[in-house]
């Protein structure tokens, strides 16, 4: 029933509106002839190129998971990803004010959070856990993981250079608040009959100036002791990206834009950086099924192995250091055609590239419809193909009195399992609302 309320809301209410808010294309907004004021916008996005069913299997009337031995390797192992990835990303506007110059241009300010995290997991991984000692050794260096969260206040300009072209482009101060960042040179790993060794050379950074973790008399870090207060206070980094797009309106009816987004990075101190390396053995995992899950057994063995694993390899204390890390890169391109029999109806196509440091890049092209009243309301749909499969969306906004309610949403087909929202297939999904103000 949740579902199919937000699905409502999001038919009611983001193609057109405020424009920028469909594509991120800086020079959408040269088209504006009123200002607005923007508050609340929140967007969530979640990528992931593997799902739930890659690892639970109906095996003697229950459901299994993929380590269980009635699983073959084959059935298993061939539906796993050489990387393995997942990522999040949360943005919230906390404001954006936007005005028509008193030359041509028209200019933004805004002001807001961002927050993302991604992990990629080898699948030597899950090769090792099923099938132990058939490969050794094995690389696991392609594991990776990472979160950030920063601020950001940009500043946009767009320029309608002629009648049927227009450029804009943004500048954002990012300021660093929390961040930790995990980057394995070496991740070896030798199997036995009996137990599995593992070697490893890796970078562990964490940020956050106002608090330390200690250090034990033998120099390594020790994660029972911290100084400080905890809270974000001073910035941990700081740095630069750029929004730059043009809209180009070949001839009546057709317009084309194009964008690309989020061109920079942020100048980390990591303050609690350690280097971790060392020698890890322990035992594999077998004959799990959904009940043991169930109890808590898997959890517990995998908790318990996490614990010994810091006890062994216990990262070296290192000066704080620095270290740039780039944004997300996103390439998008949109064309829209207004049917010359009924302008307010359009047909729309578009894709989007977005690239990460680590994580499997994601590209999607899609077409639809969309249906446009000014000052009364919008509606967009949309369907295509992605990197994880079928992809389908729909947007839409409306107008009451000044204020304009605007609503998206995005998916991929596979579902989830019920109760928890964890996606039995690879996926892509995104859910934005936000609230506009419009300025006469």
């Not at 690309?260 to 995992?285: K, R």
């Amino acid at each position: 029933m949740n579902k199919i309320l937000i699905l409502i809301l999001a038919a009611l209410v983001p193609a057109a509106g405020i424009q920028a808010q469909s594509t991120g294309n800086p020079a959408e907004n040269a088209a504006l002839e009123s200002g607005f004021l923007r508050v609340g916008d929140f967007s969530n996005t979640l990528r992931n190129n593997v799902g739930a069913a890659s690892f639970l299997f109906h095996s003697g009337g229950k459901l299994v998971t993929g380590l269980h031995s009635s699983i073959s390797d084959e059935e298993f192992l061939g539906g796993l990803k050489p990387v393995n990835s997942l990522y999040s990303q949360i943005d919230y506007n906390l404001f954006s004010y936007g005005w028509k110059g008193t030359a041509r241009g028209y200019h933004t300010v805004e002001v807001g959070l961002r927050t993302n995290y991604g992990v990629s997991v080898p699948k030597e991984v899950f090769q090792i856990l099923k099938s132990g000692t058939s490969q050794s050794p094995y690389d696991l260096s392609s594991f990776r993981a990472f979160g950030n969260l920063f601020a950001e206040l940009a500043y946009g300009y767009a320029l309608p250079l002629t009648d049927a072209l227009s450029l804009g482009g943004r500048v954002k101060l990012l300021a660093g608040l929390n961040s930790v960042d995990i980057t394995a040179r070496q991740f070896a790993l030798a199997a036995s009959e009996d137990k599995y060794t593992l070697d490893i050379d890796a970078d562990i950074d964490l940020t956050n100036r106002n608090k330390k973790i200690g250090v034990d008399d033998e120099g390594f870090l020790d994660y029972t002791s911290f100084s400080g207060k905890g809270k974000l206070g001073i910035p941990s980094g700081a740095g630069l990206a750029l929004d730059f797009g043009l809209v180009w309106k070949a001839f009546n009816g057709f317009s084309l834009s194009a964008s690309v987004l989020d061109m920079g990075g942020i100048l980390w101190y990591y303050g609690n950086a350690g280097l971790s390396s060392g020698t890890y053995t322990f035992e594999g995992l077998e004959d799990l099924s959904t009940d043991e899950m169930e109890q808590d057994k898997l959890a517990t063995k995998i908790k318990e192995a996490g614990e010994e694993l810091l006890r062994v390899i216990r990262p070296k204390s290192l000066d704080g250091r620095f270290r740039l890390k780039g944004l997300p890169l996103s390439a998008k391109l949109n064309a829209a055609y207004a049917l010359p029999f009924w302008e307010r109806l359009s047909v729309d196509a578009s894709c989007l590239y977005t690239g990460y440091r680590f994580c499997a890049p994601y590209w999607e092209a899609r077409g639809g419809l969309s249906l446009d009243y000014p000052g009364l309301c919008s509606l967009a749909v949309n369907a295509g193909g992605g990197a994880e499969g079928f992809v389908y969306g729909v947007a839409g906004s409306v107008d009451f009195l000044a204020f304009r309610l605007y609503a998206r949403y995005e998916n991929g087909v596979g579902g989830v399992i019920p109760y928890e929202d964890i996606p039995l297939k690879a996926n892509h999904k995104l859910f934005r609302i936000g609230l506009v103000y419009l300025i006469k």
